[in-house]
């Protein structure tokens, strides 16, 4: 009887091309030689370690008891192995702490987000709270809160594990979902001007098991919508360990991310601090949903990079109808088309990573952060249903196995499909897109007029005759884009608004080709710059034909 061996991974950081030529390529001189050390043990530990682990914990979940065998109420959430392994070595190998040491000042942000990617598809998503502890870190160090930052910073961004604290973020309730601003939660004010309690239920929130958590609440009095909402601090815990007035309905059943223990919790008094007013709670929080939809990307990029690892190491072992798969053309030829998407997202999610450390270090231009506001969206949405794709198409190269449990593949694709949904759905982005596009001044013709200069100047790059075709398909997709925002707007807002999404996508993967043409990327770009890079449809019949047909 043959057996069919299954796929191995090794160093992750040394096998990976695609992530190794960019650094190379966007660090100076001497920096790689500097961080190459740390990226290459994080290689190992996904390839290694974390990995065995991740295998052997397969079927571990989160476990939450409401209560003691004395009938007290405890909420106590029992996290997996491999969460506590991926804790400990979060903390110590700084894959949030990277980002504010800034030993590296603006490329900090990008070797953090290496260490994120080469770090997060072995821990079965650890990255979500990990991006909630960023994103936390990075709104409070811009509340200009002092009290808050000296407290929570200092173990949000620590390397230690018993110093190293977690962030939740509470923002989703029944009635809000998307719609933040029709939020429940109301704040009462106490004796102290800046504490306040906190009453009402948060229907999904990042792992509950972390220490403190952003979340919003309507102070009593305030009028509806995001603008009557403020920004609150929460220490989950009090001294003895007891959660404060907070209790834990129930672990969302979700599709996929099984490790991750999202909550429903109710707020019964919950203690909390104003972070920033008493007001602008949507808008106060925004840092945060930017750094965690960074991660989203990151992660989705990091996911499809570990399905093709594990999909090319089949290939050279699987033998079928007399040779590898590895020498099937059309294996190959499979292959090499989820290379390009998988490239394509790399270079995207890569790009917004050095704007925000460019943001972050405050060496940034307007115009570059007027285009960093709109790529963010772009970019998660973008990759978000790349990663679906990409992994769907994983599984199947595997044939059957991919489809069997125990191979841990099946999870990549499960996993996979939260990306275009949390974080800001595809639809909710888009149209946070359109808005981007108006930020500064107030008008999307200029927004546009910005995005496709950071595109031309990729392009101009192209002297290759193949990158210079590739140049040419991304050209005519930017110039489709740009006629169809004008007939658009002529046509009113609910037919803007009805091409978003095809708008953005076609921008997002537009704004991919030309990156992956800059870096130089041939093959993925041939091979991108043919697989829909334009999918706006002229026309706007749409609103129409959905009227006619319902
Ligand atoms: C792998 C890692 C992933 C980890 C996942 C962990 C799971 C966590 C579980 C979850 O809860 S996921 C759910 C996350 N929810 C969202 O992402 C919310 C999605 N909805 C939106 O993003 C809406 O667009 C939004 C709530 C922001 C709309 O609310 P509003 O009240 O209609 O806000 P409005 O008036 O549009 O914006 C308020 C202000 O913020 C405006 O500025 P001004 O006040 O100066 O005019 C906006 O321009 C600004 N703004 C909005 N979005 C922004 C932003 N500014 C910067 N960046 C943005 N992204």
Known sequence: MQFQEPPELGNQY???????????????????????????????????????????????????????????????????????????????????????EQKHGRYSRVH???????????????????????????????????QLIDRAVPHLIARDPNEFWTAGQWMTEIAGGSDVGLSETVAKATSDATTFQLYGRKWFTSAATSQMALTLARPEGNPPGGRGLALFYVETRDEQGRLRNIEINRLKDKLGTRKVPTAELNLTGTPAQLVQGTADGVRNITPLLNITRLWNGISAVAL??????????????????????SEKPLHRDTLAGLQAEFEAAFQLAFYVAELTGRSETREITEEDSHLLRLLTPLMKLTTGKQAVLVSSEVLETFGGAGYIEDTGLPVLLRDCQVLPIWEGTTNVLALDALRALESGDKDLKTGLVRFSTAVTGCLETARDPDLVDCARIAQSALDHAASWLVEAERAGRPALEAGARRFSLTLGRTME????????????????????????????QDLQDLTEES
């Open 513 to 540: 080709l030309a990156l992956l043409i800059k870096h130089g990327r041939r093959s993925s770009a041939r091979r991108f710059a043919h697989s829909g890079v334009d999918l706006i449809v002229t026309g706007l």
């Open 112 to 146: 953090q987000c290496a260490l994120a990617y080469l770090f997060t598809p072995s821990t079965d998503i650890y990255s979500c709270p990990l991006a909630m502890t960023d994103g936390a870190a990075r709104t409070l160090l811009g509340s200009g809160n002092q």
């Open 14 to 100: 040394e096998d990976d091309r695609v992530l190794r030529s960019y650094l190379a390529n966007v660090l100076p001189d001497g920096m790689l030689r500097e961080i190459e050390g740390s990226l290459s043990e994080m290689g190992r530990l996904a390839g290694s370690e974390l990995y065995e682990m991740q295998l052997a914990d397969r079927l571990n979940e989160p476990v939450l008891t409401h209560w003691d065998a004395w009938g007290n109420r405890i909420d106590k959430i029992e996290l997996t192995p491999l969460w506590r392994l991926g804790e400990r070595i979060a903390a110590e190998h700084g894959v949030v702490a990277t980002a504010y």
């Open 304 to 325: 499809m990079r570990r399905g093709l690892a594990l999909a090319y190491d089949y290939a050279r072992k699987r033998v079928a109808f007399g040779a590898p798969l």
